[in-house]
């Protein structure tokens, strides 16, 4: 808003309470407590106003006194829903407190010197209804809302003039300067922590997104160790097929020669693709891959370091190295898993060759004591993800009903259901 007066005029009747931030949770105990506190404190609020002002106007004034009572207490229950509306009303509400100061009874049992308390008691509600709504204000909406606040506060101080002097005034616009602050001050913390927690999830978004291109490229890495085998194998027995396999005719030599040299290119080809994917400062690997045939000493190493498994493997046979290869790391991320997050707990695996895939399932009880902190970033889940769609198949994982942890994988194979 360019102007004070578009704010002021957006503040009084353009303005929507949609226009303001959402509430900030900042009530963290029972909802039972907030509202007993709530309504504890409009109990003492609604009790010094309807006294205050049935002696300061009369006892024939008990409407004039009612409509006061009610535009103090509404505020307050309309600032969380409503804000915008929740300043509006409390601020008709000292619009018509002002008023009615200037027409007290003729016999108020207050003296000359505390004539300016109903007014006192009217402001109560305002302040923090006033300090709320600034702290939701987007920029330049909250020097409208400040404005009338600080007209409201000099209206006070001349209201109470003939009877206070300027005392009132100078502390009418003292406490309105500080709610006002106050509001200021609450509405930058608010930002402040939304920017924290903006920059917060675009780190953990980050570093999920660099955590896969890692999985990815471990993945690459591990497909070519499998995939050059096999290609070697293939230039391999291609170059000796002449030797091996008699009579064999001039055009089929010169097939098996074009078959190795084709080999060779893609294996050249996957070394070449891996060496852009692989860190720079990584050592190659040369240890053969592991597969469905480790599965055993992998659990074995797990019970070793205390963990209770109850381990059923069936079948296993005619898989593909690289779905082995990826059985394997995903039992092994699922048991480290279970390690980390439920220690002392039991855990069940179950691999099964089935007639459509290879099935896995690792599950695990409540964890018996606290985890200990770890340096984990939470990924290995969406490594398994990655894995399984690199395959296909299907993945699922999530808490049990128990406070346990379940993790079914099922890969599909080369071939099943093929028409």
């Known amino acids: 808003m360019d102007s004070y007066g578009a704010s002021v005029g957006w503040a009084l009747l353009t303005g929507r309470d949609a226009d303001l931030e959402p509430p900030s949770a900042w009530w963290r105990g029972p909802v039972w407590v907030k509202a007993l506190l709530a309504g504890s404190a409009l109990a003492v609020l609604a009790g010094l106003t309807y ?10 004034s008990a409407p004039l006194v009612f409509f006061l009572l009610l535009l103090q207490i509404v505020p307050p229950l309309l600032v969380v829903k ?22 007290p009874a003729d016999h108020t049992p207050f003296g000359p010197h505390l004539s300016d308390w109903p007014l006192q008691i009217h402001v109560l509600p305002y302040l923090p209804v006033l300090a709320m709504t600034l702290a939701r204000a987007k920029p330049g909406q909250g020097r409208g809302i400040s404005a009338i606040a600080v007209t409201l506060a000099v209206a006070v101080g001349i209201a109470q003039l003939p009877r206070a002097g300027t005392k009132t005034l100078v502390w009418s616009l003292i406490v309105v300067a500080a709610t ?18 903006a920059a917060e999830r675009t780190t953990v978004e980050e570093r ?9 490229a471990q993945i690459a890495r591990e497909l070519h160790d499998i995939i050059g085998h096999h290609l070697s194998l293939i230039a391999l027995r291609t170059d000796s097929a002449r030797y091996r396999v ?4 001039e ?41 469905l045939a480790e599965v055993p000493a992998l659990i074995d190493g797990c019970r070793a370091s205390g963990i209770e498994i109850r381990a059923e493997i069936d079948g296993g046979d005619d898989v593909p190295a690289l779905i082995e290869l990826a059985a394997y790391r995903i039992l092994q991320e699922a048991l480290s898993n279970a390690a980390r997050h439920s220690p002392g707990a039991d855990v069940d695996v179950e691999v099964r060759r089935t ?59 080369p071939g099943v259901g093929d028409a």
Do not use: C
Not at 51 to 60: C, D, V
Not at 83 to 99: E, H, Q, S
Not at 246 to 249: Q, T
């Open 51 to 60: 006294g205050t002002w049935a002696r300061y106007l009369g006892g024939s």
């Open 82 to 103: 409503r804000p915008l509306t929740a300043v509006r009303v409390a601020a008709a509400g000292m619009v018509a407190a002002i008023v009615a100061v200037l027409f």
């Open 180 to 197: 006002i602050a106050a509001g200021y001050g609450m509405q930058q913390r608010r930002r402040a922590l939304e920017q924290a927690d």
């Open 208 to 216: 999920a997104k660099r955590a896969t291109l890692q999985e990815r």
């Open 246 to 249: 008699p009579d064999v005719s």
């Open 251 to 291: 055009a089929a030599e010169e097939e098996f020669r074009a078959i190795g040299v084709a080999a060779r290119e893609a294996l050249d080809e996957a070394r070449r693709l891996v060496g852009v994917l692989r860190d720079t400062d990584a050592e190659p690997e040369h240890e053969p891959q592991p597969g």
């Open 355 to 413: 007639p459509d895939g290879l099935t896995l399932l690792v599950e695990n009880g409540a964890p018996s004591r606290l985890a200990a902190p770890t340096a984990g970033d939470g990924t290995g889940l969406a490594g398994i993800a990655e894995r399984v769609t690199l395959i296909g198949g299907t993945y699922a994982a999530g808490p049990r009903p128990d406070g346990g942890f379940r993790v079914a994988v099922r890969l599909d194979l």
